[in-house]
T-cell receptor
Framework: DADVTQTPRNRITKTGKRIMLECSQT?????MYWYRQDPGLGLRLIYYSFDVKDINKGEISDGYSVSRQAQAKFSLSLESAIPNQTALYFC????????????FGPGTRLTVL | AQSVTQLDSHVSVSEGTPVLLRCNYSSSYSPSLFWYVQHPNKGLQLLLK????ATLVKGINGFEAEFKKSETSFHLTKPSAHMSDAAEYFC????????????WGAGTKLIIKP
């Protein structure tokens, strides 16, 4: 079984809809991250959480919100989706002792029409 | 501020020939450097990591990278390409300046010709 799982794997939605992407991990890591990947841009950090009570904005947090429901769960929401949020979204985790070694989920491909 | 530049957006090699994927970085502090690989329609897998130990780092699947501080480079190499190496490769840096968050290069797509 995968250590970091994301649901859904693919989603097509319309402009203005609210969307939630979910991430779960069984690695026991305290730190979790959400990234988006756009062609030719690499990955960019949206939000990160160092523990359940600690949420931080990343490079491109506008238009997104997150919820850390438990150590193992970290959700990303788009309150009102827009077409330029069409991208591949990745969740990642890391251990406190090795923060910069991150483990990634399989990704969610989101299309906003 | 730290940054990563992958010098080639695409690299094409024949199967059985050497692979060189180039990466330059900027960092104010002693950085950690990584290479990740993304196969088509798959997630991201860590290939190798440099953290101020040996400057030549060996990774999975026969890949290795050499940290050259004087050249601020961390190029990825493999002696002999295999068809299964076709993927996109990302060079990544983290350091104290970024609060150890990962700063990603734009990626290099490796194409293997039969």
């Amino acid at each position: 079984d995968a250590d970091v799982t994301q649901t859904p794997r693919n989603r097509i939605t319309k402009t203005g809809k609210r969307i939630m992407l979910e991430c779960s991990q069984t690695k026991g890591h305290d730190r979790m991250y959400w990234y988006r990947q756009d062609p030719g841009l690499g990955l960019r950090l949206i939000y990160y959480s160092f523990d359940v009570k600690d949420i931080n904005k990343g490079e491109i947090s506008d238009g997104y919100s997150v919820s850390r429901q438990a150590q193992a769960k970290f959700s990303l929401s788009l309150e009102s989706a827009i077409p330029n949020q069409t991208a591949l979204y990745f969740c990642a985790t890391s251990d406190v002792g090795s923060t910069d070694t991150q483990y990634f989920g399989p990704g969610t491909r989101l299309t906003v029409l | 501020a730290q940054s990563v530049t992958q010098l080639d957006s695409h690299v094409s090699v024949s199967e059985g020939t050497p692979v060189l994927l180039r990466c330059n970085y900027s960092s104010s502090y002693s950085p950690s450097l990584f290479w990740y690989v993304q196969h088509p329609n798959k997630g991201l897998q860590l290939l190798l990591k440099y953290t101020s130990a040996a400057t030549l780092v060996k990774g999975i699947n026969g890949f290795e990278a050499e940290f050259k501080k004087s050249e601020t480079s961390f190029h990825l190499t493999k002696p002999s390409a295999h068809m299964s190496d076709a993927a996109e490769y990302f060079c990544v840096v983290s350091d104290l300046d970024s609060n150890y968050q990962l700063i990603w290069g734009a990626g290099t797509k490796l194409i293997i010709k039969p």
